[in-house]
């Protein structure tokens, strides 16, 4: 097993062992692709919100908050595009009947020759040593560029066939690629189909009177459809930004990945309206600001990086995605698009009210342009956990599991632990704590000597531990332990608070933004 999918697995493990997440319905055996929060993780999720919203509300006089309801006209999705094209090409093999995505299907062959490409790179690089030269291997060694040759010709006639809808054709290319169903091995498929991924429901007591509505797919439309009602009622003044977060549901039918890919999950969104002609200068402005946001977390540079789109949708003139280092790889945590006036001009056509702004200096009515930010906190989430998750060898070779969360963000700012169970200490540790919790979430734990409590708030995340002593009855102090060194530095109790403040007000990390 490679590190890297041990690591996935232990940060599942983890993550129910320790109740930050579960699988929904777990005792009816679960639902595919749909999670609950446990009791730490609803304290991480929330925090991960908050660190969102106030860098983008509280901060920015500009940009205002939005809470839409998820149940939504249902020509909003006719107008968006959703109805018409938010779909997955699929694929069944008749002898499993398992369900695929056509299109993950061949890239999950591309992947394998992929593989074989690292494979010949690392056999060199053993058999060469220091004098290998990785660049001259790929660009001269045969092998390689016949498998490169082969990933770029199936890559292309794949982008191809989808972008003219050429479905037959996806068909052809999986079997002239032999390409088999993993589950029961047979080449036996149907016919590729495109398959919506809106979730339907119905509003309306009767049959005969109910509509067919949709499950959000994004937050991002109950903004546009506000867009009049909150530039009016704030009477903001372009540029301007309204946020928004709340649940979004896509019937995702590869859905893996723990809380990677869900099929009911959380989107941080912020639409900014602009001035047309502006858009680029707004776009590279929030690409930056967003980078910075997630850098603000001290998780390291070198695991982001952009990935900017080469082929745009039809609405955008610019998008990117923020790219983390999963324990899967580089894969997509956050959407940066600019996507012209078109969802305002479409709800315009197809709502037939004006969606226009009036721009007092220019004396004209104008549909705005947007640049939209977009992430998913349950992605955010597996982001943060996966990193935070260390095992760590401590002295005479013992190990421990540590989660070092942002402290900004950790689900218990600290916990308060009476050395004994006696002589008073109990009451004193209590008397710390009730001063605490009125502004931090705050531990408390008696049982199991103090070893063992330190190693369970360190697989909390509990950034910090009070201890309260013999030594705090007599002269007023405490030790105070930081998760992350393990030190230890004794403080009186009029100190405590300083301390705290200092490390988890957000103003000294957010303002690194
Ligand atoms: N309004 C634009 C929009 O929805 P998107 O790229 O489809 O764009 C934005 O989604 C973000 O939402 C992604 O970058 C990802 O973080 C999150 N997201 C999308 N689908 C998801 C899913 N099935 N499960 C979890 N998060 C998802």
Redesign the pocket.
């Known amino acids: 097993m490679t590190y890297q999918s041990d690591h996935f697995k232990k940060t599942i493990s983890h993550a129910k062992e320790y109740g930050f997440v579960f699988s929904s319905s777990e005792i009816y055996d679960g639902l595919n692709a749909i999670y609950d929060y446990g009791q730490n993780g609803v304290m991480l999720k929330n925090n991960i919100r908050e660190y969102w919203w106030k860098s983008m509300v509280q901060l920015n006089e500009n940009i205002v908050g939005l809470d839409s309801a998820i149940f939504m006209h249902p020509t909003i999705w006719k107008a968006s595009g959703h109805l018409d094209a938010f779909s997955d090409p699929l694929i069944d093999n008749k002898d499993s009947n398992k369900r695929y995505r056509a299109d993950v299907l061949v890239e999950d062959y591309v992947a394998k020759i992929e593989l074989k490409i690292e494979k010949e790179i690392t056999k060199a690089s053993k058999r060469f040593g220091e004098q290998f030269n990785q660049e001259q291997f790929i660009e001269t060694n045969p092998r390689i560029i016949d498998y490169k040759n082969k990933v770029s010709l199936i890559l292309s006639r794949l982008n191809k066939s989808l972008e003219a809808e050429d479905l037959s054709d996806v068909k052809s290319l999986i079997e002239e690629l032999k390409i088999a169903c993993p589950e029961s091995g047979s080449r036996n498929w149907t016919d590729v189909k495109q398959f919506n991924l809106m979730f339907g429901t119905k509003l309306g007591a009767s049959s005969e009177s109910s509509i067919d509505l949709y499950l959000r797919?994004?937050?991002?439309q109950g903004i546009f459809v506000n867009f009049l009602n909150v530039q009016k009622s704030g009477r903001m003044k372009l540029p301007f930004g309204i946020a928004q977060t709340g649940k979004?549901f896509?019937n995702?039918i590869v859905?893996r990945q723990f809380?990677?890919?869900?099929?009911e999950?959380e989107?941080m969104?912020m639409q900014f309206f602009v001035s047309p002609g502006e858009q680029k200068k707004w776009y590279n402005k929030w690409k930056e600001t967003r980078l910075s946001w997630h850098l603000s977390l001290g998780m390291g540079q070198d695991n982001y990086r952009f990935h900017d789109h080469e082929k745009l949708a039809h609405y955008a003139d610019a998008a990117t995605?923020i790219e983390f280092k999963f324990p899967f790889g580089f894969k997509?945590?956050?959407?940066i698009?600019s996507r012209t006036d078109f969802d305002l001009s479409k709800h315009e056509e197809f709502s037939g009210k004006k969606l226009k702004f009036f721009d007092p200096e220019k004396n004209k009515n104008y549909t705005p342009y947007v640049v939209?930010t977009?992430?998913?906190l349950?992605?955010?989430f597996l982001a943060i956990f996966s990193w935070a998750l260390k095992e760590e060898l401590i002295e005479e070779g013992n190990t421990r599991t540590v989660l070092k969360l942002p402290a900004i963000l950790a689900p218990y700012k600290v916990a308060v632990l009476p050395l004994l169970k006696k002589d008073g200490l109990p009451e004193l540790a209590r008397k710390i704590l009730e001063d605490l919790k009125w502004k931090y979430n705050i531990s408390y734990d008696e049982k199991d000597a103090v070893g063992r409590r330190y190693r369970r708030q360190d697989a909390l995340g509990t950034p910090f531990c009070i201890t309260v002593d013999h030594q705090s009855l007599e002269d007023k102090t405490v030790t105070i332990r930081d998760r992350d060194t393990m030190n230890q530095e004794r403080i009186s109790f009029k100190e405590i608070s300083g301390f705290l403040e200092d490390k988890l007000n957000i103003k000294n990390w957010l303002q690194k933004i």
Request: glycine letters at 6%; a negative charge.
């Open positions: 797919p994004e937050t991002a979004a896509r995702e859905a809380i990677f890919r869900m099929r999950f989107q969104e995605d997509e945590l956050e959407g698009h939209e977009s992430i998913g349950d992605r955010m």
